[in-house]
């Protein structure tokens, strides 16, 4: 089975190596990259569970590259960061589809609770897409 990683995705490298160094602590394992492009290539190459992103970021933004990966049939969830705490953007992001919203600075206990929480409905939902592709199988096809 191949671990499923966290995809780090903001323009701030301190940011970036602040969460990988937390969710690594955590036993959670880490990509990063530093503009949506960049992330957009790393979902390609597979692996990729969770995407924790900035907003704002030079070139596409992060609810571009959001929109990107919600055409994906059965992508990564996202997890959308800013320092712009305001309630459009929370809405925006839920609306475009994210699993959630974090506002910097934040907490990191908190963000490791809620990749957790991400993780964990990502294993369960593709639990339940195999487990329906298996009956569908036998049902179907016997």
């Not at 499923?4 to 937390?22: A, G, N, Q, T, Y």
């Amino acid at each position: 089975m191949v671990r499923e990683k966290v995809l780090i995705v903001d323009d701030d490298e301190s940011v970036r190596w602040v969460l990988k160094k937390s969710l690594e602590k955590e036993g959670i394992e880490t990509v990063l990259a530093k503009d949506a492009t960049e992330a957009l290539d790393r979902i390609k190459e597979g692996g990729i569970a969770i995407v924790l992103m900035d907003i704002r970021m030079p070139g596409m933004s992060g609810f571009e590259a959001l929109d990107n990966i919600q055409a994906e049939n059965r992508g990564p969830s996202v997890i959308i960061m800013t320092a712009q705490a305001t309630m459009q953007n929370a809405i925006e992001a839920m609306r475009r589809g994210a699993f959630d919203y974090i506002t910097k600075p934040f907490d990191l206990d908190e963000v490791n609770i809620l990749v957790r929480k991400a993780i964990e409905v990502s294993r369960l939902s593709q639990e339940v897409h195999t487990l329906r592709a298996e009956v569908l199988e036998k049902y179907e096809g016997g």
